[in-house]
């Protein structure tokens, strides 16, 4: 009932709608009301400690004491929803610029795909540098930066799925609105943006999962001679690692576990409930999500009279009223006209990307060679077959494990949720015990590092071939039973093809994470010592930390062109076909 | 109750409240070889009667409908509202949707409200107009329901009450019950009826599009009846059955069948036995019927008691088949020149009797043949095949050929029609993989093989 969309039942304002009711508060409104001032004092110490002068880093420099962790992990969190809500703000304008505008649509959906499957770790030691610059001697510029970063990791696939919701608006709504002629600001409140909302919400958790990888690593960097270690969860791990203190990160980890927990249960799962209202679905659904909060919400009258305030600025948006200023002016062109400015407006992207491509070659090759650079290829060729064998040992491990737990309903229900969280988990939090274990032993970086790189993506296989393998259709389980089908038969004729999709779906996501842990996995300290595996992930990694920006540029672009062709060439064609052939509905 | 009819003398009608006048629209890239969806329609809706827009699926109806709602521009001609000049034009019509078209997240009054909120209207009134078309329509009681909570029935009565309540002098429904099953359709017509008949909605008239013959003799007071290649008006009916109908009447039952007589009606146009499908030649747009519905049709009409020679309406009835159902398989028994439809009736040709008789590997070879002579577009596929050395195509080197016919929609539609026949008939095959046509090795050297993959 929260957000968005007035409730007309009680009446005209949020408070009056409740209070017939009766404001007796119940045991449960207790607990809600001692949890939500809570929040707020939290936010409000967060926020103001993100403006202090850059120098108090330096004075009061990160601590290793346990009882400064909440406060750490609190600011960690924090810069994640600054992050989200500044990719929200992103999917708002430019996903509905995409849909609704032709020549926007031709330069906007190009740029999405190539960013989604860009390394977005490479670009902070841009960033860095920008932010620091904008604001010189505040802390704001090194909270600026790592927002950024968190916002890279998180906006484009946010952005894409809005996109496509827009793009797939029911034809009959859609005449609907034309019909009553709603204007546009009305037809974006009560069609599309409820239609986009529960798309939205999965990709926004996905998005989630994937940014507490970048946040812990932004929060600790070096660019050059500058390090910043910005308070959090990330920097207090890179101080411990630092001091060789295993006990730290422990601590770490296990805060990082309850916060991943918390903005789970206390954030996701309430929205999740929420937006499944606005399923595009007209039958009632056979499993709502559940959420203990959404239901506490809705059944203890103070606390919806508390979360009343959530769904004002909802009301304030159906509130608004834009009318349209002057009739339309319907400018006729024929297709001729028409096909010509699309030429036009074509060829002024064209120069502009070509200007662009001999910006960044022309920085590149001012201090590279090309010996270089086809080095620069080879360290690319050493990191892809990183990733493939890494993808590939953790197919063969997850698959037949995954489809094991699909098969058996109560143990797919149990750990489901267990691989999701796993998956959120910032993979990079648990390195310092590999790398210890490395240097106690000493393997090979060039072999050993390699598992880190999958550390945290693999649980993205794990999931999505237990939900795979849990929508196989009972009948053709009966079928395959009935005749016998058993051993190699069974997985190549049934399990295989069947959770195929899902299978591929989970494997883009985790190769994306692979190659994105490259830049923190193949370079590794401890305790001040250097583990790195010959690659472009430690290449990058070491020329970002001596600060040459121009090398940093190269392994990026070179990074970019394995991913995206990487992309194009197995994972996209693997997607089509299994959409096409071996979807079962 | 705020839904009162206008009494301002200054708008007494003094013509039709729409004027459709020498409306056309063509779907099409190219300029040239547009498909003629409407071709030259006139149209007028005068004040309290209830009409009928009847035809088979593409015969333009629903174009017609969306043009005079505003959805859709024509391509050519003038929609006029003669007693609404100076009115917005959303305010003059609503619209009743197939799909019922509800917001599932907003509740039923904040569905009914949709309009009036677009037409700003305060929002105490609002509420008082929502609740007073909700009371009317039967639905008191659920105005806090979801749509998803409620039958099918139950939603087109929230569409019903949505168009109502912003008091539109036409009422537009477009397939309005063919979502839901026999016997709530029914109570659902029959409220309509009888909330029209005691005036009790503010509305002066209805314009409805069927394909439904009954629903439209049972309805209308007149009855438009659509030719589909392109579309046009055939026929006007009028219907002076007094209200309520029965639909054992004599005289009902004569009007049902004069008009499966006038549906099945060759045109002067479309050349002898090419049934009524729009375009000509390779840019015929095809139904998709299987060759499992063709074959049971053909076998339907030889058995008993039929044997050879059936009524229309009695063999809907007996397949339950809907006229938008049966017309395109009758029409594709036509094509192949199995079959003949004429005054209302379909009568077997010597050659889809001795189909009837034969086993599978004889069909096969029957249908092979009449597919090469009769469908342009099939023979078109096996003579490009024949020509190139490989005996393989591209299918999308078809699929552009008859975009320049019609719409890329019936593109799909048609090719699929002629992939399956082809398929069944071993005329060539398709690789679904590859998306290819091509002739299998064995078949094109030697004869037609003559595996029995039924």
């Known amino acids: ?585 | 109750m705020t839904l009162a009819e206008d009494t301002d003398p200054a708008l007494k009608p003094t013509g039709p409240l729409v004027s459709v006048r020498n409306v056309s629209h063509a779907y099409g890239k190219s300029q040239g070889a547009n498909l003629l969806v409407l071709d030259n329609v006139n149209l007028d809706l005068n004040d309290n009667e209830i009409v009928g827009l009847l035809g088979r699926s593409g015969s333009g109806k629903s174009t017609l409908l969306r043009s005079i709602s505003g959805l859709i521009k024509p391509t050519s001609g003038k929609i006029s509202f003669p007693n609404y000049e100076d009115q917005d034009h959303a305010t003059s019509v609503a619209m009743v949707f197939q799909t019922f078209a509800l917001f599932p997240w907003l509740t039923v009054q904040e569905n009914v409200e949709l309009g009036l909120e677009a037409l700003r209207t305060p929002a105490d009134e609002r509420r008082k107009r929502a609740l007073a078309a909700i009371d009317m329509i039967g639905l008191d009681g659920f105005e806090n329901a979801y749509p998803k909570e409620l039958s099918g029935g139950m939603r087109q009565r929230v569409g019903l009450a949505r168009a109502l309540v912003v008091d539109p002098s036409i009422l537009l429904m477009d397939e309005p019950f063919s979502a839901l099953d026999v016997l709530t359709a029914e109570t659902l017509r029959t409220d309509l009826l009888d909330l029209w008949c005691e005036g009790r909605m503010p509305i002066k008239s209805i314009l409805i599009v069927t394909h439904n013959i009954e629903e439209a003799v049972l309805m209308c007071d007149r009855i438009l009846v659509f030719s589909s290649n392109p579309g046009r008006i055939a026929s006007e009916i009028k219907v002076d059955l007094p209200q309520p109908r029965n639909r054992q009447d004599p005289a009902f039952r004569a009007l049902v069948e004069d008009i499966y007589t006038r549906m099945t009606a060759k045109t002067a146009t479309s050349p002898l036995g090419d049934g009524l499908f729009p375009g000509t030649g390779i840019g015929m747009v095809l139904p998709h019927v299987s060759t499992n519905t063709f074959s049971g049709l053909i076998e339907a009409v030889a058995a008993k008691p039929f044997m050879g020679k059936a009524d229309l309406p009695e063999l809907g009835a007996a397949l339950q088949l809907e006229v938008d159902e049966l017309f395109p398989i009758a029409e594709t028994l036509q094509l192949f020149r199995f079959a003949e439809l004429a005054g209302g009736d379909i009568k077997l040709t010597p050659a889809g009797r001795r189909y009837a008789e034969s086993e599978v590997d004889a069909r096969k070879q029957l249908f092979a043949k009449h597919l090469l002579a009769y469908v342009p577009l099939a023979s078109h596929i096996r003579r490009v095949l024949d020509d190139r050395p490989a005996h393989s195509a591209p299918a999308s080197r078809f699929r552009d050929e008859l975009e320049d016919f019609m719409s890329e929609e019936y593109a799909a539609e048609t090719l699929k029609a002629v992939t399956q026949w082809g398929r069944y008939a071993e005329t060539y095959a398709y690789d679904e993989n590859a998306d290819r046509f091509f002739i299998e090795e064995a078949e094109h050297d030697a004869e037609p093989a003559k595996t029995a993959a039924a």
């Open chain 1, 1 to 585: 009932m929260v957000f968005l969309f007035e409730d007309r039942r009680g009446g005209a304002t949020p408070l009056a709608r409740f209070l017939p009711a009766g404001v007796a508060p119940n045991r449960a409104d207790i607990v809600a009301f001692v949890m939500l001032t809570a929040l707020v004092v939290l936010i409000g110490h967060g926020a103001a400690q993100m403006v202090q002068p850059l120098s108090k880093l330096v004075i009061e420099p990160v601590s290793l004491d346990p009882a400064r962790l909440p406060e750490y992990a609190l600011r960690t969190t924090l810069r994640m929803f600054l992050g989200l809500g500044a990719s929200l703000i992103f999917t708002f304008v430019f996903a509905t610029l995409a849909a609704k505008s032709k020549k926007a649509e031709m330069v906007i959906v190009p740029m999405l795909d190539i960013l989604q499957s860009v390394p977005v770790l490479g670009f902070l030691t841009f960033t860095y540098a920008f932010f620091l610059s904008l604001f010189p001697g505040s802390q704001l510029g090194a909270e600026c930066a790592a927002v950024f970063l968190i916002f890279t990791s998180q906006a484009w696939n946010m952005a894409f799925s809005f996109y496509q919701s827009l793009r797939t608006i029911p034809n009959d709504l859609g005449e609907v609105s034309q019909q009553f002629g709603l204007s546009p600001w009305r037809r974006f409140i009560r069609l599309e943006l409820p239609f986009a909302t529960p798309a939205l919400v999965w990709n926004m958790m996905m998005s989630m999962s994937g940014a507490w990888f970048f946040v812990v690593v932004s929060e600790a960097f070096t660019v050059g001679k500058t390090t910043i270690t910005l308070p959090g969860i990330g920097s207090y791990i890179a101080v411990a690692e630092d001091h060789q203190d295993l006990r730290a990160v422990g601590y770490a980890v296990a805060v990082m576990g309850v916060v991943i927990l918390a903005y789970d249960q206390l954030f996701f799962r309430p929205i999740v409930a929420w937006a499944d209202k606005f399923r595009f679905e007209q039958t009632a659904s056979q499993e709502e999500p559940q959420s203990w909060l959404y239901n506490l919400i809705r059944r203890t009258k103070v606390m919806r009279m508390l979360a009343s305030p959530l769904s004002w600025p909802a009301m304030l948006l159906t509130k608004i009223d834009w009318k349209p200023r002057a009739p339309k002016i319907e400018i006729q062109i024929g297709p001729r006209t028409s096909q010509a400015i699309d030429t036009v407006w074509l060829g002024v992207i064209s120069v502009l990307v070509v200007v662009a491509v001999w910006f960044i070659g022309d920085f590149i090759m001012r201090t590279v060679t090309l010996d270089e650079v086809g080095k620069t290829f080879l360290f690319g060729f050493a990191t892809l077959a990183r990733v493939v064998v890494m993808i590939a040992i953790a197919s063969v491990i997850w698959v037949p494990i995954g489809v094991w737990i699909g098969l058996n309903p109560k143990w797919a229900e149990r750990l489901q949720p267990v691989a999701q969280f796993l998956a959120a988990f910032p993979a990079n939090v648990l390195f310092p015990f590999a790398v210890m274990l490395i240097a106690g032993l000493r393997l090979d970086p060039n072999i050993w590092l390699s598992p880190l790189m999958v550390l945290g993506a693999q649980w993205y296989i794990l999931f999505n071939v237990i939900a795979g393998a849990s929508a196989l259709p009972n009948d053709l389980k009966e079928a395959v039973s009935l005749f016998h089908v058993r051993s190699w038969q069974w997985w190549r004729r049934f399990a295989l093809p069947g959770i195929f999709p899902y299978y591929v779906t989970g494997a883009i996501t985790a190769s994306g994470g692979a190659w994105n842990a490259s830049m923190v996995a193949e370079y590794v300290t401890w305790g001040g010592k250097h583990f790195e595996a010959t690659g472009l992930g430690s290449y990058m990694a070491q020329q970002s930390a001596d600060g040459d920006y121009h090398r940093v540029a190269l392994a990026v672009v070179v990074m970019s062109l394995f991913v995206v062709l990487f992309n194009r060439l197995l994972w996209r064609p693997l997607y089509r076909f299994g959409e096409r052939r071996l979807r079962i509905d």
